[in-house]
């Protein structure tokens, strides 16, 4: 069974950074063609994709949080993990990861759709 | 980045009703178009994928449609576990991913 769980602080303090962990079971990071990525929903607000990694190690940003979004992993822990930088109070969500499951060479990545979910974390910014 | 605009933003129906959403992307994203719900509390759930292929295990009542900028998800027959947030999301553009704001769907 493929499952995703989110960890990480429930309360950040404006100017701090929020580190977040997604660990994977049922399925390998290393698995070919195979992403995580890393999506947000604040309160009563639609999803924001926030970053992507995949098998091969190829990494991608939102255009509008890039600055601030480092995501990596750590394929011997089944995790991946999600720093950002400089957080607000607008920065208030619930943090989802998703499974991206392997992708055919000749198709975009997301063809596929993000077919496994974590059941997300919920991340409030405030002094 | 491409914009995904769905409309309507919310919409009431009755169980038994054939309900449709509507998902307009700014440029043409072929049939690269997937459908998610939504429950309150909860993670979204893939439905449709590549604008018109069902995910397994979900209901044949759920159907998509479309390609180029327009496409569609039909509920064919309403049902009471139906009733949530649907948003359709681009997978075109492999390095900036992009969802719709949402429609919600409400108990008539």
């Known amino acids: 069974q493929v499952t995703l769980k989110e960890s990480g602080p429930v309360l950040v303090k404006p100017t701090e950074t929020l580190t977040l962990t997604c660990t994977v079971s049922?399925?390998?990071?290393?698995?070919?063609?195979?992403?995580v990525s890393w999506i947000r929903q604040p309160p009563g607000k639609a999803l924001e994709w926030l970053a992507h990694?995949?098998?091969?190690?190829?990494?991608s940003y939102s255009t509008s949080l890039k600055s601030r979004l480092t995501i990596s992993k750590d394929t011997s822990k089944s995790q991946v993990v999600l720093t950002m930088t400089n957080m607000d109070p607008v920065d208030t969500a619930t943090y989802y990861c998703?499974?991206?499951?392997?992708?055919?060479?000749?198709?975009?990545?997301?063809?596929?759709?993000?077919?496994?979910w974590g059941q997300g974390t919920t991340v409030t910014v405030s002094s | 980045d491409i914009q995904m605009t769905q409309s309507p933003s919310s919409l009431s129906a009755s169980v038994g009703d054939r309900v449709t959403i509507t998902c307009r992307a700014s440029?043409?994203?072929?049939?690269?178009l997937n459908w998610y719900q939504q429950k309150p509390g909860k993670a979204p759930k893939l439905l449709i994928y590549?604008?018109?292929s069902l995910q397994s295990g979900v209901p044949s009542r759920f159907s998509g449609s479309g390609s180029g900028t327009d496409f569609t998800l039909t509920i064919s027959s309403l049902q009471p576990e139906d009733f949530a947030t649907y948003y359709c999301?681009?997978?075109?553009?492999?390095?900036?991913?992009?969802f719709g704001q949402g429609t919600r769907l409400e108990i008539k």
């Open positions: 998703a499974r991206i499951p392997p992708y055919d060479s000749s198709r975009p990545y997301y063809y596929y759709g993000m077919d496994v």
């Open positions: 049922g399925f390998s990071l290393s698995n070919a063609r195979m992403g």
């Open positions: 990694i995949f098998s091969n190690d190829e990494k």
């Open positions: 440029q043409s994203i072929s049939s690269y």
């Open positions: 590549a604008a018109s």
């Open positions: 999301q681009q997978s075109y553009s492999t390095l900036r991913i992009t």
